[in-house]
Protein backbone atom coordinates (compact mmCIF):
# COMPACT_ATOMS: atom_id res chain seq x y z
CA UNK A 1 0.00 0.00 0.00
CA UNK A 2 2.80 2.10 1.11
CA UNK A 3 4.68 1.27 -2.04
CA UNK A 4 2.03 1.88 -4.17
CA UNK A 5 1.52 5.25 -2.67
CA UNK A 6 5.09 6.80 -2.73
CA UNK A 7 4.74 5.56 -6.69
CA UNK A 8 1.49 7.11 -7.29
CA UNK A 9 2.01 10.85 -5.32
CA UNK A 10 5.78 10.63 -7.34
CA UNK A 11 3.71 10.43 -10.63
CA UNK A 12 1.45 13.09 -10.16
CA UNK A 13 4.01 15.22 -8.94
CA UNK A 14 5.65 14.92 -12.59
CA UNK A 15 2.65 15.37 -14.40
CA UNK A 16 1.80 18.38 -12.05
CA UNK A 17 5.67 19.43 -13.09
CA UNK A 18 5.13 18.86 -17.28
CA UNK A 19 1.38 20.18 -17.17
CA UNK A 20 2.88 23.43 -15.43
CA UNK A 21 5.20 23.84 -18.08
CA UNK A 22 2.87 23.43 -20.64
CA UNK A 23 1.21 26.32 -19.21
CA UNK A 24 3.85 28.51 -19.14
CA UNK A 25 4.96 27.65 -22.27
CA UNK A 26 1.30 27.92 -23.63
CA UNK A 27 1.06 31.47 -21.85
CA UNK A 28 3.92 32.60 -23.74
CA UNK A 29 3.05 31.53 -27.18
CA UNK A 30 -0.20 34.46 -26.59
CA UNK A 31 -0.11 36.80 -29.13
CA UNK A 32 0.57 40.30 -28.39
CA UNK A 33 3.94 41.69 -26.03
CA UNK A 34 2.21 41.79 -21.92
CA UNK A 35 4.78 44.60 -21.64
CA UNK A 36 3.70 46.54 -24.49
CA UNK A 37 -0.03 46.24 -23.20
CA UNK A 38 0.32 47.70 -19.88
CA UNK A 39 2.31 50.43 -21.13
CA UNK A 40 -0.27 51.31 -23.77
CA UNK A 41 -0.06 52.83 -27.40
CA UNK A 42 1.42 55.40 -27.25
CA UNK A 43 4.41 54.52 -24.67
CA UNK A 44 7.83 55.13 -25.32
CA UNK A 45 10.19 52.41 -26.09
CA UNK A 46 12.40 53.50 -22.68
CA UNK A 47 8.73 53.05 -20.98
CA UNK A 48 7.87 49.52 -22.31
CA UNK A 49 11.59 48.34 -21.56
CA UNK A 50 10.96 49.36 -17.99
CA UNK A 51 7.94 47.67 -17.75
CA UNK A 52 9.39 44.59 -19.15
CA UNK A 53 12.33 45.01 -16.50
CA UNK A 54 9.82 45.52 -13.67
CA UNK A 55 7.35 42.04 -15.02
CA UNK A 56 10.70 40.34 -15.47
CA UNK A 57 10.52 39.84 -18.84
CA UNK A 58 14.08 40.46 -19.55
CA UNK A 59 15.04 37.08 -17.04
CA UNK A 60 15.92 33.96 -18.43
CA UNK A 61 12.90 31.98 -19.25
CA UNK A 62 14.34 29.36 -16.70
CA UNK A 63 13.90 31.86 -13.90
CA UNK A 64 10.68 33.21 -14.98
CA UNK A 65 9.60 29.62 -14.91
CA UNK A 66 10.62 29.57 -11.43
CA UNK A 67 9.12 33.21 -10.66
CA UNK A 68 5.50 31.69 -12.13
CA UNK A 69 5.47 28.59 -9.73
CA UNK A 70 6.38 30.97 -6.95
CA UNK A 71 3.46 33.19 -7.51
CA UNK A 72 1.21 30.44 -8.09
CA UNK A 73 2.17 28.85 -4.98
CA UNK A 74 1.63 31.78 -3.08
CA UNK A 75 -1.46 32.08 -4.35
CA UNK A 76 -0.75 35.02 -5.94
CA UNK A 77 -2.57 34.40 -9.92
CA UNK A 78 -2.71 38.28 -10.68
CA UNK A 79 -5.17 40.85 -12.17
CA UNK A 80 -7.66 40.59 -14.40
CA UNK A 81 -6.40 42.84 -17.21
CA UNK A 82 -10.51 43.78 -18.26
CA UNK A 83 -11.57 44.79 -14.49
CA UNK A 84 -8.70 45.10 -12.11
CA UNK A 85 -9.67 42.61 -10.22
CA UNK A 86 -7.73 39.98 -8.31
CA UNK A 87 -7.68 36.74 -10.26
CA UNK A 88 -7.99 35.09 -6.54
CA UNK A 89 -11.49 36.61 -5.90
CA UNK A 90 -12.88 36.00 -9.45
CA UNK A 91 -12.31 32.01 -8.59
CA UNK A 92 -13.60 32.36 -5.40
CA UNK A 93 -16.81 33.90 -6.56
CA UNK A 94 -17.51 31.08 -9.18
CA UNK A 95 -15.87 27.97 -8.64
CA UNK A 96 -18.54 27.20 -5.75
CA UNK A 97 -20.96 27.49 -8.21
CA UNK A 98 -19.14 24.97 -10.94
CA UNK A 99 -18.18 22.47 -7.79
CA UNK A 100 -22.02 22.83 -6.60
CA UNK A 101 -23.28 21.96 -10.14
CA UNK A 102 -20.62 19.26 -11.02
CA UNK A 103 -21.09 17.52 -7.73
CA UNK A 104 -24.70 17.18 -8.13
CA UNK A 105 -24.44 16.13 -11.82
CA UNK A 106 -22.74 13.63 -10.55
CA UNK A 107 -24.85 11.82 -8.04
CA UNK A 108 -27.56 12.28 -10.28
CA UNK A 109 -25.25 10.49 -12.54
CA UNK A 110 -24.34 7.38 -10.28
CA UNK A 111 -28.07 7.08 -9.30
CA UNK A 112 -29.64 6.82 -12.60
CA UNK A 113 -26.76 4.78 -13.87
CA UNK A 114 -26.08 2.14 -11.28
CA UNK A 115 -29.94 1.96 -10.76
CA UNK A 116 -30.10 1.95 -14.68
CA UNK A 117 -27.13 -0.86 -14.98
CA UNK A 118 -28.61 -2.78 -12.32
CA UNK A 119 -32.27 -2.89 -14.34
CA UNK A 120 -30.49 -3.91 -17.45
CA UNK A 121 -28.88 -6.91 -15.42
CA UNK A 122 -31.52 -8.27 -13.58
CA UNK A 123 -33.68 -8.23 -16.56
CA UNK A 124 -31.33 -9.31 -19.35
CA UNK A 125 -33.22 -9.96 -22.68
CA UNK A 126 -36.33 -8.38 -21.55
CA UNK A 127 -37.96 -5.06 -22.66
CA UNK A 128 -36.55 -3.34 -19.43
CA UNK A 129 -33.18 -4.20 -20.04
CA UNK A 130 -34.04 -2.93 -24.00
CA UNK A 131 -35.10 0.84 -22.18
CA UNK A 132 -32.04 0.98 -19.84
CA UNK A 133 -29.51 0.38 -22.92
CA UNK A 134 -31.60 2.80 -25.42
CA UNK A 135 -31.32 5.27 -22.52
CA UNK A 136 -27.92 4.27 -22.52
CA UNK A 137 -27.65 5.03 -26.53
CA UNK A 138 -29.20 8.32 -26.26
CA UNK A 139 -27.55 9.52 -22.99
CA UNK A 140 -24.31 8.77 -25.03
CA UNK A 141 -25.11 9.95 -28.62
CA UNK A 142 -28.06 13.38 -27.79
CA UNK A 143 -25.35 16.18 -27.06
CA UNK A 144 -26.61 17.64 -23.89
CA UNK A 145 -26.12 21.21 -24.80
CA UNK A 146 -29.11 20.53 -27.11
CA UNK A 147 -30.63 18.26 -24.06
CA UNK A 148 -30.06 21.33 -22.25
CA UNK A 149 -32.10 23.83 -24.85
CA UNK A 150 -34.94 21.40 -25.47
CA UNK A 151 -35.35 20.95 -21.77
CA UNK A 152 -35.27 24.66 -21.05
CA UNK A 153 -37.99 25.54 -23.74
CA UNK A 154 -40.46 22.86 -22.99
CA UNK A 155 -39.87 22.15 -18.95
CA UNK A 156 -39.11 25.80 -18.18
CA UNK A 157 -41.09 27.75 -20.02
CA UNK A 158 -43.58 25.35 -21.27
CA UNK A 159 -44.42 23.72 -18.43
CA UNK A 160 -42.81 25.70 -15.97
CA UNK A 161 -41.55 22.75 -13.51
CA UNK A 162 -38.11 24.12 -13.26
CA UNK A 163 -36.98 27.77 -13.60
CA UNK A 164 -34.98 28.30 -17.10
CA UNK A 165 -31.82 30.39 -15.74
CA UNK A 166 -30.59 32.38 -12.57
CA UNK A 167 -28.43 31.01 -9.50
CA UNK A 168 -29.46 30.93 -5.83
CA UNK A 169 -26.14 30.32 -3.02
CA UNK A 170 -26.39 27.35 -1.30
CA UNK A 171 -25.52 29.58 2.03
CA UNK A 172 -28.20 31.65 1.13
CA UNK A 173 -31.26 29.70 0.82
CA UNK A 174 -29.98 25.52 0.37
CA UNK A 175 -33.42 24.44 -0.98
CA UNK A 176 -33.75 26.93 -3.53
CA UNK A 177 -30.55 26.41 -4.84
CA UNK A 178 -30.84 22.57 -4.94
CA UNK A 179 -34.12 23.66 -7.10
CA UNK A 180 -32.11 26.02 -9.27
CA UNK A 181 -29.38 23.83 -9.95
CA UNK A 182 -31.88 20.48 -10.72
CA UNK A 183 -32.06 21.09 -14.02
CA UNK A 184 -29.04 22.18 -15.18
CA UNK A 185 -27.90 18.56 -13.02
CA UNK A 186 -29.54 16.43 -14.79
CA UNK A 187 -28.32 17.87 -18.97
CA UNK A 188 -24.70 18.01 -17.13
CA UNK A 189 -25.28 13.89 -15.68
CA UNK A 190 -26.06 12.83 -18.51
CA UNK A 191 -23.77 11.04 -20.94
CA UNK A 192 -21.89 10.02 -17.80
CA UNK A 193 -25.56 8.65 -16.72
CA UNK A 194 -24.99 6.49 -19.64
CA UNK A 195 -21.58 5.59 -19.24
CA UNK A 196 -22.06 4.35 -15.85
CA UNK A 197 -25.27 2.23 -16.76
CA UNK A 198 -23.31 0.83 -19.61
CA UNK A 199 -19.95 0.22 -17.31
CA UNK A 200 -21.74 -1.27 -14.40
CA UNK A 201 -24.04 -3.19 -16.59
CA UNK A 202 -20.85 -4.78 -18.28
CA UNK A 203 -19.09 -5.55 -14.07
CA UNK A 204 -22.62 -6.90 -12.81
CA UNK A 205 -22.37 -9.40 -15.51
CA UNK A 206 -19.29 -10.83 -14.96
CA UNK A 207 -19.51 -10.63 -11.05
CA UNK A 208 -22.81 -13.10 -11.33
CA UNK A 209 -20.39 -14.95 -13.56
CA UNK A 210 -17.97 -15.66 -10.72
CA UNK A 211 -17.47 -18.74 -8.70
CA UNK A 212 -18.01 -17.22 -5.06
CA UNK A 213 -21.65 -15.48 -6.69
CA UNK A 214 -22.44 -19.34 -7.38
CA UNK A 215 -21.05 -20.64 -4.32
CA UNK A 216 -23.36 -17.78 -2.56
CA UNK A 217 -26.34 -18.58 -4.71
CA UNK A 218 -25.84 -22.58 -3.51
CA UNK A 219 -25.56 -21.19 -0.15
CA UNK A 220 -29.32 -20.48 -0.52
CA UNK A 221 -28.73 -16.23 -0.76
CA UNK A 222 -31.49 -14.62 -2.39
CA UNK A 223 -30.64 -12.84 -5.56
CA UNK A 224 -31.56 -9.58 -4.46
CA UNK A 225 -28.73 -10.42 -1.91
CA UNK A 226 -25.95 -11.08 -4.39
CA UNK A 227 -27.16 -8.36 -6.25
CA UNK A 228 -26.29 -6.01 -3.81
CA UNK A 229 -23.34 -7.54 -1.28
CA UNK A 230 -21.20 -8.60 -4.74
CA UNK A 231 -22.73 -7.14 -7.59
CA UNK A 232 -23.20 -3.56 -6.29
CA UNK A 233 -19.58 -3.55 -4.37
CA UNK A 234 -17.76 -4.77 -7.18
CA UNK A 235 -19.23 -2.26 -9.54
CA UNK A 236 -18.52 0.64 -7.08
CA UNK A 237 -15.33 0.08 -8.12
CA UNK A 238 -15.95 0.94 -11.86
CA UNK A 239 -18.42 3.59 -10.52
CA UNK A 240 -15.24 4.95 -9.30
CA UNK A 241 -12.82 4.91 -11.95
CA UNK A 242 -14.89 6.48 -14.38
CA UNK A 243 -15.90 8.88 -12.68
CA UNK A 244 -12.10 9.96 -12.65
CA UNK A 245 -11.65 8.99 -16.24
CA UNK A 246 -14.67 11.38 -17.35
CA UNK A 247 -13.88 14.31 -15.33
CA UNK A 248 -12.39 15.65 -18.16
CA UNK A 249 -15.28 15.92 -20.00
CA UNK A 250 -17.66 16.75 -17.32
CA UNK A 251 -15.29 20.10 -16.84
CA UNK A 252 -16.27 20.93 -20.74
CA UNK A 253 -19.76 19.69 -19.84
CA UNK A 254 -20.00 22.00 -16.99
CA UNK A 255 -18.66 25.23 -18.73
CA UNK A 256 -21.85 24.50 -21.81
CA UNK A 257 -24.15 23.94 -18.99
CA UNK A 258 -23.38 27.13 -17.43
CA UNK A 259 -23.71 28.89 -20.67
CA UNK A 260 -27.15 27.26 -21.30
CA UNK A 261 -28.72 28.22 -17.97
CA UNK A 262 -27.17 31.41 -17.44
CA UNK A 263 -24.59 30.40 -14.31
CA UNK A 264 -22.36 32.28 -13.05
CA UNK A 265 -19.82 29.54 -12.64
CA UNK A 266 -16.29 29.30 -13.89
CA UNK A 267 -17.09 28.16 -17.14
CA UNK A 268 -18.36 31.76 -17.80
CA UNK A 269 -15.28 33.51 -16.47
CA UNK A 270 -13.39 30.96 -18.83
CA UNK A 271 -15.50 31.79 -22.10
CA UNK A 272 -15.70 35.53 -20.82
CA UNK A 273 -11.62 35.65 -20.33
CA UNK A 274 -11.49 33.91 -23.75
CA UNK A 275 -13.87 36.22 -25.85
CA UNK A 276 -12.12 39.56 -24.10
CA UNK A 277 -8.55 37.89 -24.12
CA UNK A 278 -8.37 38.00 -20.01
CA UNK A 279 -5.12 36.34 -20.34
CA UNK A 280 -4.29 36.07 -16.83
CA UNK A 281 -7.65 34.98 -15.77
CA UNK A 282 -6.74 31.94 -18.88
CA UNK A 283 -4.02 31.21 -17.51
CA UNK A 284 -4.90 31.03 -14.33
CA UNK A 285 -8.42 28.86 -14.95
CA UNK A 286 -6.58 26.25 -17.03
CA UNK A 287 -3.90 26.23 -14.30
CA UNK A 288 -6.73 25.30 -11.54
CA UNK A 289 -8.43 23.09 -13.91
CA UNK A 290 -5.25 21.16 -14.93
CA UNK A 291 -4.48 20.60 -11.05
CA UNK A 292 -7.41 20.08 -10.03
CA UNK A 293 -7.79 17.30 -12.68
CA UNK A 294 -4.31 15.85 -11.52
CA UNK A 295 -5.54 15.87 -7.80
CA UNK A 296 -8.53 14.70 -8.10
CA UNK A 297 -7.45 11.83 -10.14
CA UNK A 298 -4.76 11.18 -7.04
CA UNK A 299 -7.46 11.11 -4.39
CA UNK A 300 -9.75 8.54 -7.20
CA UNK A 301 -6.63 6.63 -7.14
CA UNK A 302 -5.81 6.69 -3.56
CA UNK A 303 -10.16 5.53 -2.78
CA UNK A 304 -9.59 3.13 -5.67
CA UNK A 305 -6.65 1.09 -3.99
CA UNK A 306 -9.07 0.99 -0.66
CA UNK A 307 -11.95 -0.43 -2.36
CA UNK A 308 -9.79 -2.72 -4.42
CA UNK A 309 -7.87 -4.77 -2.30
CA UNK A 310 -5.95 -6.84 -5.56
CA UNK A 311 -4.23 -2.93 -6.16
CA UNK A 312 -2.75 -2.90 -2.84
CA UNK A 313 -1.17 -5.93 -2.39
CA UNK A 314 -0.19 -6.15 -6.04
CA UNK A 315 1.78 -2.70 -5.42
CA UNK A 316 2.01 -2.43 -8.85
CA UNK A 317 0.48 0.95 -10.53
CA UNK A 318 -1.89 -0.19 -13.07
CA UNK B 1 -16.33 -27.53 -24.32
CA UNK B 2 -12.34 -28.11 -25.81
CA UNK B 3 -13.97 -29.96 -28.41
CA UNK B 4 -16.53 -26.82 -29.47
CA UNK B 5 -13.54 -24.59 -29.00
CA UNK B 6 -11.12 -26.25 -31.65
CA UNK B 7 -14.08 -26.53 -34.15
CA UNK B 8 -14.89 -23.47 -33.81
CA UNK B 9 -10.98 -22.32 -34.18
CA UNK B 10 -10.14 -24.23 -37.19
CA UNK B 11 -13.29 -23.05 -39.10
CA UNK B 12 -12.95 -19.52 -37.97
CA UNK B 13 -9.28 -19.97 -39.83
CA UNK B 14 -10.48 -21.86 -42.70
CA UNK B 15 -13.69 -19.06 -43.16
CA UNK B 16 -11.68 -15.63 -43.98
CA UNK B 17 -11.46 -13.10 -41.05
CA UNK B 18 -12.95 -10.44 -43.43
CA UNK B 19 -16.19 -12.90 -44.29
CA UNK B 20 -16.39 -13.90 -40.28
CA UNK B 21 -16.78 -9.92 -39.56
CA UNK B 22 -19.04 -8.92 -42.25
CA UNK B 23 -21.11 -12.39 -41.63
CA UNK B 24 -21.52 -11.36 -37.66
CA UNK B 25 -22.41 -7.67 -38.54
CA UNK B 26 -25.01 -8.59 -41.10
CA UNK B 27 -26.72 -10.49 -38.30
CA UNK B 28 -26.70 -6.98 -35.81
CA UNK B 29 -30.13 -5.62 -36.85
CA UNK B 30 -28.74 -2.29 -34.87
CA UNK B 31 -25.69 -2.61 -36.20
CA UNK B 32 -26.84 -2.60 -39.40
CA UNK B 33 -29.39 0.21 -38.72
CA UNK B 34 -26.38 2.22 -37.62
CA UNK B 35 -24.93 1.43 -40.93
CA UNK B 36 -27.59 3.06 -42.33
CA UNK B 37 -28.61 6.15 -40.50
CA UNK B 38 -24.37 6.50 -41.38
CA UNK B 39 -24.32 5.87 -44.82
CA UNK B 40 -27.36 8.43 -44.94
CA UNK B 41 -25.63 11.13 -43.20
CA UNK B 42 -22.26 10.41 -45.65
CA UNK B 43 -23.91 10.51 -48.29
CA UNK B 44 -26.02 14.07 -47.25
CA UNK B 45 -22.76 15.33 -46.31
CA UNK B 46 -20.71 14.59 -49.38
CA UNK B 47 -23.14 15.40 -51.94
CA UNK B 48 -24.32 18.63 -50.18
CA UNK B 49 -22.99 21.15 -52.74
CA UNK B 50 -25.06 18.70 -55.28
CA UNK B 51 -28.34 18.34 -53.36
CA UNK B 52 -28.82 21.89 -51.65
CA UNK B 53 -31.10 23.92 -52.99
CA UNK B 54 -29.35 27.07 -51.86
CA UNK B 55 -25.47 28.54 -50.62
CA UNK B 56 -25.34 27.30 -46.74
CA UNK B 57 -25.01 30.94 -45.58
CA UNK B 58 -27.74 32.37 -48.83
CA UNK B 59 -29.54 34.84 -46.90
CA UNK B 60 -33.14 36.41 -47.83
CA UNK B 61 -34.28 38.45 -45.44
CA UNK B 62 -37.81 38.27 -47.69
CA UNK B 63 -38.37 34.85 -46.10
CA UNK B 64 -37.08 34.62 -42.06
CA UNK B 65 -38.77 31.98 -40.16
CA UNK B 66 -40.40 30.27 -42.70
CA UNK B 67 -42.06 26.90 -41.27
CA UNK B 68 -41.11 23.41 -42.22
CA UNK B 69 -42.75 22.36 -45.29
CA UNK B 70 -43.01 25.82 -46.56
CA UNK B 71 -42.58 25.28 -50.59
CA UNK B 72 -38.95 25.75 -51.04
CA UNK B 73 -38.02 25.32 -47.22
CA UNK B 74 -37.94 21.76 -46.45
CA UNK B 75 -37.12 22.14 -42.97
CA UNK B 76 -38.22 26.29 -42.67
CA UNK B 77 -35.65 28.84 -42.42
CA UNK B 78 -33.66 30.92 -39.79
CA UNK B 79 -33.92 34.47 -38.63
CA UNK B 80 -31.97 36.05 -41.71
CA UNK B 81 -34.29 33.82 -43.94
CA UNK B 82 -31.68 30.97 -44.74
CA UNK B 83 -32.29 27.95 -45.65
CA UNK B 84 -32.12 25.41 -42.62
CA UNK B 85 -32.31 22.11 -44.70
CA UNK B 86 -29.20 23.73 -47.04
CA UNK B 87 -27.21 24.78 -43.87
CA UNK B 88 -27.79 21.45 -42.12
CA UNK B 89 -26.35 18.99 -45.25
CA UNK B 90 -23.40 21.26 -44.85
CA UNK B 91 -22.54 21.22 -40.99
CA UNK B 92 -23.18 17.29 -41.19
CA UNK B 93 -20.28 18.08 -43.79
CA UNK B 94 -18.60 20.18 -41.48
CA UNK B 95 -18.93 17.93 -38.52
CA UNK B 96 -17.69 14.79 -40.47
CA UNK B 97 -14.48 16.65 -41.67
CA UNK B 98 -13.86 17.52 -38.37
CA UNK B 99 -14.71 14.54 -37.09
CA UNK B 100 -12.63 12.98 -39.49
CA UNK B 101 -9.68 15.13 -38.72
CA UNK B 102 -9.32 14.40 -34.88
CA UNK B 103 -9.80 10.60 -35.56
CA UNK B 104 -6.77 10.72 -37.98
CA UNK B 105 -4.64 12.77 -35.37
CA UNK B 106 -5.83 10.59 -32.53
CA UNK B 107 -4.88 7.42 -34.51
CA UNK B 108 -1.61 8.66 -36.01
CA UNK B 109 -0.38 9.87 -32.68
CA UNK B 110 -1.53 7.38 -30.57
CA UNK B 111 -1.25 4.23 -32.61
CA UNK B 112 2.68 4.45 -32.65
CA UNK B 113 2.91 5.55 -29.02
CA UNK B 114 0.55 2.81 -27.99
CA UNK B 115 2.78 0.58 -29.76
CA UNK B 116 6.02 0.81 -28.29
CA UNK B 117 4.91 1.71 -24.65
CA UNK B 118 3.47 -1.57 -24.86
CA UNK B 119 6.36 -3.24 -26.72
CA UNK B 120 9.36 -1.37 -24.25
CA UNK B 121 8.42 -1.25 -21.11
CA UNK B 122 11.11 1.91 -20.29
CA UNK B 123 9.18 3.95 -22.43
CA UNK B 124 5.96 3.16 -21.45
CA UNK B 125 6.83 5.13 -17.96
CA UNK B 126 7.90 8.39 -20.12
CA UNK B 127 4.86 7.75 -22.44
CA UNK B 128 2.63 6.71 -19.31
CA UNK B 129 3.55 10.26 -17.80
CA UNK B 130 2.71 12.05 -21.51
CA UNK B 131 -1.27 10.47 -21.37
CA UNK B 132 -1.46 11.62 -17.71
CA UNK B 133 -0.43 15.82 -18.97
CA UNK B 134 -2.25 15.67 -21.80
CA UNK B 135 -5.42 13.93 -19.88
CA UNK B 136 -5.16 17.18 -17.47
CA UNK B 137 -6.32 19.45 -19.94
CA UNK B 138 -9.86 18.36 -21.10
CA UNK B 139 -10.42 19.33 -24.36
CA UNK B 140 -12.53 22.07 -24.00
CA UNK B 141 -9.27 23.61 -22.19
CA UNK B 142 -7.02 22.66 -25.11
CA UNK B 143 -9.19 24.27 -27.08
CA UNK B 144 -9.42 27.34 -25.19
CA UNK B 145 -5.72 27.34 -25.09
CA UNK B 146 -5.28 26.88 -28.85
CA UNK B 147 -8.71 29.95 -30.09
CA UNK B 148 -6.34 32.30 -26.86
CA UNK B 149 -3.14 31.84 -28.90
CA UNK B 150 -3.98 31.26 -32.80
CA UNK B 151 -7.73 32.36 -32.93
CA UNK B 152 -10.79 29.90 -32.94
CA UNK B 153 -10.88 28.03 -36.27
CA UNK B 154 -12.13 24.31 -37.42
CA UNK B 155 -8.31 23.24 -37.59
CA UNK B 156 -7.60 24.14 -33.79
CA UNK B 157 -11.02 22.35 -32.88
CA UNK B 158 -9.90 19.29 -34.74
CA UNK B 159 -6.85 19.49 -33.35
CA UNK B 160 -7.93 20.02 -29.72
CA UNK B 161 -10.70 17.46 -30.32
CA UNK B 162 -7.86 15.00 -31.67
CA UNK B 163 -4.97 15.73 -29.09
CA UNK B 164 -7.73 15.31 -25.72
CA UNK B 165 -8.30 11.50 -28.00
CA UNK B 166 -4.78 10.13 -27.98
CA UNK B 167 -4.54 9.58 -24.68
CA UNK B 168 -7.76 6.64 -24.97
CA UNK B 169 -5.63 5.64 -28.58
CA UNK B 170 -2.69 4.99 -26.72
CA UNK B 171 -4.07 3.37 -23.77
CA UNK B 172 -6.30 0.71 -25.89
CA UNK B 173 -3.52 -0.13 -28.13
CA UNK B 174 -1.15 -0.24 -25.43
CA UNK B 175 -3.13 -2.52 -23.97
CA UNK B 176 -3.66 -4.62 -26.97
CA UNK B 177 0.33 -5.03 -27.39
CA UNK B 178 0.87 -5.96 -24.14
CA UNK B 179 -1.67 -9.03 -24.87
CA UNK B 180 -0.10 -9.61 -28.25
CA UNK B 181 3.47 -9.66 -26.93
CA UNK B 182 2.83 -12.30 -25.27
CA UNK B 183 1.28 -14.89 -28.09
CA UNK B 184 3.52 -17.45 -29.54
CA UNK B 185 3.93 -16.02 -32.86
CA UNK B 186 5.91 -13.15 -31.33
CA UNK B 187 8.05 -15.08 -29.13
CA UNK B 188 8.93 -17.42 -32.45
CA UNK B 189 9.69 -14.13 -34.08
CA UNK B 190 11.71 -12.77 -31.30
CA UNK B 191 13.84 -16.42 -30.78
CA UNK B 192 14.55 -15.77 -34.58
CA UNK B 193 16.33 -12.44 -33.76
CA UNK B 194 13.62 -10.09 -35.41
CA UNK B 195 14.26 -6.57 -34.65
CA UNK B 196 11.81 -4.62 -32.30
CA UNK B 197 10.61 -2.45 -34.66
CA UNK B 198 9.81 -5.36 -37.21
CA UNK B 199 7.99 -7.18 -34.68
CA UNK B 200 5.80 -4.20 -33.74
CA UNK B 201 4.91 -3.12 -37.53
CA UNK B 202 4.58 -7.31 -38.86
CA UNK B 203 3.00 -8.36 -36.05
CA UNK B 204 1.38 -6.82 -33.49
CA UNK B 205 0.25 -3.67 -35.55
CA UNK B 206 -1.77 -5.70 -37.60
CA UNK B 207 -3.18 -7.68 -34.66
CA UNK B 208 -4.28 -4.82 -32.58
CA UNK B 209 -5.98 -3.01 -35.77
CA UNK B 210 -9.06 -4.46 -35.54
CA UNK B 211 -8.81 -2.70 -31.83
CA UNK B 212 -7.58 0.48 -33.48
CA UNK B 213 -10.47 1.06 -35.92
CA UNK B 214 -12.89 -0.01 -32.96
CA UNK B 215 -11.79 2.69 -30.90
CA UNK B 216 -12.07 4.98 -33.91
CA UNK B 217 -15.83 4.57 -34.21
CA UNK B 218 -16.02 5.81 -30.57
CA UNK B 219 -14.03 8.52 -31.10
CA UNK B 220 -15.69 10.05 -34.27
CA UNK B 221 -18.95 10.59 -32.26
CA UNK B 222 -17.14 12.44 -29.40
CA UNK B 223 -15.29 14.15 -31.96
CA UNK B 224 -18.23 15.50 -33.61
CA UNK B 225 -20.38 16.54 -30.27
CA UNK B 226 -17.30 17.85 -29.42
CA UNK B 227 -16.97 20.26 -32.60
CA UNK B 228 -20.96 20.80 -32.43
CA UNK B 229 -20.37 22.07 -28.57
CA UNK B 230 -17.52 23.80 -29.62
CA UNK B 231 -18.72 26.14 -32.12
CA UNK B 232 -21.93 26.35 -29.88
CA UNK B 233 -19.51 28.14 -27.46
CA UNK B 234 -17.88 30.69 -30.67
CA UNK B 235 -14.45 28.71 -29.92
CA UNK B 236 -14.92 26.52 -33.09
CA UNK B 237 -15.64 27.27 -36.61
CA UNK B 238 -16.82 30.60 -36.88
CA UNK B 239 -19.99 32.28 -38.65
CA UNK B 240 -21.78 32.36 -41.21
CA UNK B 241 -19.99 28.92 -42.14
CA UNK B 242 -22.60 26.42 -41.51
CA UNK B 243 -21.95 23.91 -38.17
CA UNK B 244 -24.57 22.19 -36.62
CA UNK B 245 -23.34 23.63 -33.58
CA UNK B 246 -23.31 27.27 -34.75
CA UNK B 247 -26.92 26.34 -36.01
CA UNK B 248 -27.93 25.51 -32.22
CA UNK B 249 -26.63 28.47 -31.13
CA UNK B 250 -28.65 30.68 -33.63
CA UNK B 251 -31.52 28.87 -32.90
CA UNK B 252 -31.34 29.47 -29.06
CA UNK B 253 -31.76 33.14 -30.01
CA UNK B 254 -35.24 32.93 -31.08
CA UNK B 255 -36.05 29.81 -29.53
CA UNK B 256 -39.62 30.75 -28.31
CA UNK B 257 -40.19 32.15 -31.97
CA UNK B 258 -39.47 29.28 -34.33
CA UNK B 259 -38.80 25.89 -31.71
CA UNK B 260 -38.21 24.07 -34.90
CA UNK B 261 -34.88 25.41 -35.69
CA UNK B 262 -33.36 23.93 -32.66
CA UNK B 263 -34.60 20.70 -33.39
CA UNK B 264 -33.49 20.18 -36.54
CA UNK B 265 -29.46 20.48 -35.97
CA UNK B 266 -29.88 18.85 -32.20
CA UNK B 267 -31.71 15.48 -34.52
CA UNK B 268 -28.66 15.18 -37.31
CA UNK B 269 -25.69 15.19 -34.20
CA UNK B 270 -27.88 12.57 -32.62
CA UNK B 271 -28.31 10.53 -35.67
CA UNK B 272 -24.40 10.86 -36.65
CA UNK B 273 -23.64 9.64 -33.25
CA UNK B 274 -26.17 7.12 -33.00
CA UNK B 275 -24.88 5.30 -36.33
CA UNK B 276 -21.07 5.74 -35.72
CA UNK B 277 -22.23 3.91 -31.65
CA UNK B 278 -24.38 1.70 -32.93
CA UNK B 279 -22.28 0.61 -35.91
CA UNK B 280 -18.93 0.29 -33.36
CA UNK B 281 -20.69 -1.61 -31.38
CA UNK B 282 -21.86 -4.17 -33.64
CA UNK B 283 -17.92 -3.82 -35.16
CA UNK B 284 -16.70 -4.10 -31.53
CA UNK B 285 -18.31 -7.91 -31.43
CA UNK B 286 -17.92 -8.80 -35.07
CA UNK B 287 -14.23 -8.53 -34.32
CA UNK B 288 -13.93 -10.13 -31.18
CA UNK B 289 -13.67 -13.45 -31.88
CA UNK B 290 -15.13 -14.05 -28.40
CA UNK B 291 -17.96 -13.16 -28.96
CA UNK B 292 -18.65 -13.48 -32.52
CA UNK B 293 -20.03 -17.30 -33.40
CA UNK B 294 -23.32 -18.40 -31.05
CA UNK B 295 -21.74 -21.65 -30.87
CA UNK B 296 -18.24 -20.43 -28.81
CA UNK B 297 -20.49 -18.76 -26.35
CA UNK B 298 -20.58 -21.84 -23.69
CA UNK B 299 -16.50 -22.11 -24.48
CA UNK B 300 -16.26 -18.52 -22.51
CA UNK B 301 -15.44 -18.55 -19.02
Known sequence: MTRYLITRLWQSAVTLILASLVVFIGVRQLPGDPALAMAGEEATPERVEAIREQLGLNEPLFTQYFTFVGNMLRGDLGESTRTGTAVTELIATTLPVTLWLSAYAILVAVVVGVVLGIIAERFRGRWPEWIANGLALIGLSVPNFWLGILAILYLAVTLGWFPASGYVRMGDDPLDAIYHLTLPAIILGTSLAAVIMRQTRASMIETMKTDYVRTAKAKGLGRGRVLVRYGLRNSLIVVVTIVGLQLGGLISGAVVTERIFALPGFGKLTLDAVFTRDYPVIQAVVLIITVGYILINLAVDILYSVINPRIRVGGSTR | ?301
Not at chain 2, 82 to 87: E, G, K, L, Q
Request: proline share 6%.
Open chain 2, 1 to 301: MTDTRTLALVTSDLGSGRGRVWRSLRRSPLGLAGGVMLAIVVLLGVLAPLIAPYGPAEVNFGAPFQQPGTVGYLMGSDDLGRDIFTRLIYGIRVSLQVGLLSVALAVLIGTPLGLLAGYWKWLDGIISRLTDVTLAFPFLIIAVGLSAISGPSLTNAAIALGIAQVPTMIRVVRGETLRIRETDFVLAAQTMNASGLRIIFMHILPNAASAIIVQATVIMPVAIIGEALLSFLGLGIQPPTASLGIMLSDAQQYISRSPTAAIFPGVAIAVICLGFNLFGDALRDALDPTTTAPSRKKSKK
